[in-house]
């Protein structure tokens, strides 16, 4: 990454450490950790040296003696307004304890993230912070934070396209509100997975197979739906968890925006579409630039299928967002 430089790391790194010296995190670990796995959701997601450092620095103003001045002087500016952004949002949510107040606390991360950076470095912290939910103590908290995680921050990700991070947040956070709802769910996943693998690679074989005849190479994943996504389904299309969990995924990459409309079409004419589920987000995106194109079809063991059609860039865009 040619956006990474290993000097301020460093450098940001021995401050963070010497800063929470003294400090533990809920899972007795050294709050070091904490700062650092930051540090490294933020690098897989290829963000710049200043946003990896603010990821490191992220909680020094706010739990430590650290100060905006210190961290000018250490790193400049554009590090130190990063931190500052951080903190003040920090700040807001630990005083807006009240649920109702949700509409308010979005307009406020929107308004005090002039720079996106901010909001990145806040997703990666609740990300953390939500992967080792668990070892907080005080249940209120975790249910206050879930409630949080639902209501603010998957939403925020969900329309900054990062639908990987956005689906973890939701799964865990759904692990937290409703336990039971997606403890029935993953056994129910669990029984058909066997079954589910098998016929996702004859399917996927036979796909491979039709295109090919037709000059078309495709890449094919089978997709998983997390619990959440299913129970989501469930409450908006007042089904069966029979019924949804039993639909299987695909995933179809093609080279070139011709190839996704050529594609659909040999899905189309060579099996049943199941009607109004055909989407077009090629030619209308959505509103966070997602583009694919979307359609279900009665599949060669007379299984409901859907299928997502998309280039590898629109996948990249998809799975990682702005
Ligand atoms: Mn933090």
Sequence with gaps: ??????????????????????????????????????????????????????????????????????????????????????????????????????????????????????????????????????????????????????????????RMGMNRIRDELEDISFKVLNPEARELITKRLKVKKEDRKETVKEISREFINVLKENGINVKITGREKTPFSIWRKIQKKRTSLEQISDIVGFRVIVNSIGECYKTLGIFHSRWQAIPGRFKDYISTPKINNYKSIHTSIIGPKRQRIEIQIRTSEMDELAEYGI
Excluded at 38 to 57: F, M, W
Excluded at 73 to 102: M, P, R, W
Excluded at 119 to 130: E, Q, S
């Design 1 to 158: 990454n040619k956006f990474l430089n290993p000097k301020t790391l460093s450098k940001a790194y021995d401050f963070a450490l010497r800063a929470h010296k003294t400090q533990k995190r809920d899972e007795g670990v050294p709050y070091i950790i904490h700062p650092v796995a930051v540090a490294d959701i933020l690098t897989d997601l290829k963000l710049d040296s200043a946003t990896i450092a603010t990821g490191l620095l992220h909680d020094t103003i706010e739990d430590t003696h650290a100060t905006y001045n210190t961290i000018k002087e250490e790193f400049g500016q554009e590090v130190a307004d990063l931190v500052d952004g951080v903190t003040k949002i920090s700040e807001f949510e630990n005083q807006a304890v009240d649920n109702s107040k949700a509409e308010n606390f979005r307009k406020l991360i929107i308004a005090t993230s002039k720079d996106i950076r901010v909001l990145l470095v806040k997703i990666a912290d609740r990300l953390h912070n939500m992967r080792t939910i668990k070892f907080v103590k005080d249940t209120d908290k975790q249910i206050r934070k879930a409630k949080e995680t639902m209501e603010i921050y998957a939403p925020l990700t969900d």
